[in-house]
């Protein structure tokens, strides 16, 4: 019977270490998890502090820009109202500009006629240039997108260049009576003709508004020097200029 009770008692015992061993192992494995589940929400705390960090500086910032916009847009109303009194004041010159147009427009449509009148009792040179400077004057009047100081500049640019026209000698090429010549402007004193081949020469009469023949072979010469003088292809020189082309020499 002895025997029997130790026996049980040893199997008991080693029964309970097995459960011991096995309550430790599952205790072990229990605490292994709790450690990862408290790692991996540590790891979520810490994001999560992270981001409330992230949060709190976005925050900070765009309070910071909902500042600067505030001065900002302040700035702009100043601005606003500042342009809203110009804008008053240019309705008011606006309004004096149009009065005063009503006065200036026919005055430089004056100017622009004698101009033209001008241009038509002249010395017939360069007549494409200087007609096709008058046409865009009078086209320019009708255009709404120039200013009255714009097109009251062009007019004034216009006479300055013809006021030019009569302190130069300009030499350039044209046709004739179906003949291919070179054209001499001597300022306003005299306009004369030279046809490449050196056989006609001509004379401009202001009095009979007509070309007139120039039979003096001194013509023909003073004039091809006064070309080359004029195109810049010869040093300046004096050079015989026929004033008077109807006149007869002796």
Excluded at 18 to 41: C, G, M
Excluded at 47 to 67: F, G, L, P, S, V
Excluded at 205 to 230: F, G, M, P, R, V
């Amino acid at each position: 019977m002895n025997r029997n009770r130790i026996l049980v008692s040893l199997i008991m015992m080693l029964f309970s270490s097995t459960l011991f061993a096995d309550a430790l192992d599952q205790s072990r494995e229990v605490i292994s998890q709790t450690n990862k589940k408290l790692v991996v929400s540590q790891k979520r705390i810490n994001e999560t502090d992270k981001q409330n960090m992230q949060m709190y500086d976005e925050y900070k910032n765009a309070k910071q820009e909902i500042k600067n916009y505030l001065v900002y847009n302040k700035q702009l109303q100043e601005i606003v109202d500042s342009q809203n009194k110009e804008i008053a004041t240019l309705h008011e010159e606006i309004a004096g500009i149009e009065q005063t147009a009503e006065k200036v427009m026919p005055f430089m449509a004056k100017m622009i006629d004698g101009l033209g009148q001008f241009i038509a009792s002249d010395f017939p040179f360069l007549q494409e240039e200087r007609s096709h400077r008058l046409e865009t004057l009078k086209a320019n009047m009708k255009r709404a997108d120039l200013s009255i100081a714009s097109k009251y500049r062009q007019i004034l640019e216009a006479y300055q260049i013809e006021i030019d026209y009569g302190k130069t000698i300009e030499a350039y090429e044209g046709e004739l009576d179906q003949k291919r010549v070179n054209f001499l402007k001597v300022g306003r004193i005299g306009f004369y003709s030279l046809s490449f081949d050196k056989k006609h020469c001509a004379a401009w009469d202001q009095k009979s508004n007509s070309w007139k023949q120039l039979e003096d072979s001194e013509y023909t010469l003073s004039l091809s020097k006064a070309i080359k003088i004029a195109k810049k292809q010869s040093s300046p020189d004096l050079f015989f200029a026929a004033l008077h082309p109807v006149r007869s020499r002796k």
